[in-house]
């Protein structure tokens, strides 16, 4: 018998029990691999590829609304300050908002001008109230003073603390008053805020003196010290500067009516 020295591939098994391939038919299959390997990571970079671009899409999108969100607020806001096409302007004023259309204005918090003229009268009448009572102060400290007696300096001084602090409190309320620069009785509560400063100045001074004068149990013997405050705040004609003042500034006060 001829013994072949070639090896018949498709004949022999292998150790598993399957047919073994010949070279030929293992060169094809590899072949067909390769290309299927090679499609399947073109397919999955052509995914990726598809995946990351519509993400960034998104992301454009989401952007472009952000900044058209900003864009339409800053607009709305611009439009709500001013509007001078419209002739509508909105503008703040201390803790209230004022709306002035074509320069006939329009209060949208605040005092009327039937209640800043009711308001300011009143106050005017108390004013003047303030003054005679001050200068009813100013003549119980110049006659007591100086006197021994700590129970009566101390019951006029009293009278004065208690008076300082009504027109304190006076003061400050009138000057939180809602009023708006164009109310035809605005100049006027200016002026009587300056008023009220001036009787405060004016009680002040002597409630200033009065506790000097009740440091002291022989007052008599202290006068410069105590009148010092006084002498202090004299102006140049002698009389005390917020007097003065107050009586030049008071008369001349116009409420005017609505």
């Known amino acids: 018998m001829e013994i072949k020295d070639t090896v018949e591939y498709e004949s022999l098994p292998y150790q598993d029990g399957t047919a073994a391939v010949g070279p030929t038919v ?9 290309l299927g390997i090679a ?7 052509l995914v990726a590829s598809l995946l990351v671009g519509a993400a960034s899409a998104l992301s454009g999108d989401d952007q472009a609304d ?3 969100t900003e864009e339409t607020a800053t607009v709305e806001t611009e439009s709500t300050s001013s509007d001078s096409d419209s002739g509508v302007i909105v503008y703040n004023e201390g803790s209230k908002n004022v709306v002035a259309i074509s320069n006939k204005s329009v209060e949208a918090y605040g005092l009327s001008e039937q209640e800043v003229y009711e308001a300011l009268s009143a106050y005017y009448q108390q004013a003047a109230s303030f003054d ?8 119980n400290f110049n006659d007591n003073y100086a006197v021994s007696c700590w129970n009566v300096r101390n019951g006029k001084a009293q009278v004065a603390y208690a008076l300082r602090n009504t027109i304190a409190s006076a003061d400050s309320s009138l ?8 109310s035809s009785n605005y100049e006027a509560w200016q002026q009587l805020c300056e008023a009220y400063d001036c009787l ?8 200033k003196a009065w506790d000097i004068s009740l440091s002291y149990s022989e007052p008599g013997n202290h006068v410069d010290e105590i009148i010092a405050p006084i ?3 004299r102006g140049a004609n ?15 006060i116009k409420i005017v009516e609505p």
């Open 26 to 34: 293992d060169k094809e299959r590899n072949l067909w691999i390769a």
């Open 39 to 45: 499609a399947g990571v073109l397919a999955i970079v």
């Open 66 to 68: 952000k900044i058209a």
């Open 132 to 139: 005679r009572q001050v200068a009813s102060c100013a003549s």
């Open 175 to 182: 000057e939180g008053l809602s009023i708006d620069f164009w």
């Open 200 to 207: 405060y100045m004016r009680i002040n001074v002597i409630c």
């Open 231 to 233: 002498v202090a705040q």
């Open 238 to 252: 002698g009389n005390d500067q917020y007097y003065t003042r107050f009586k030049q500034l008071f008369p001349t």
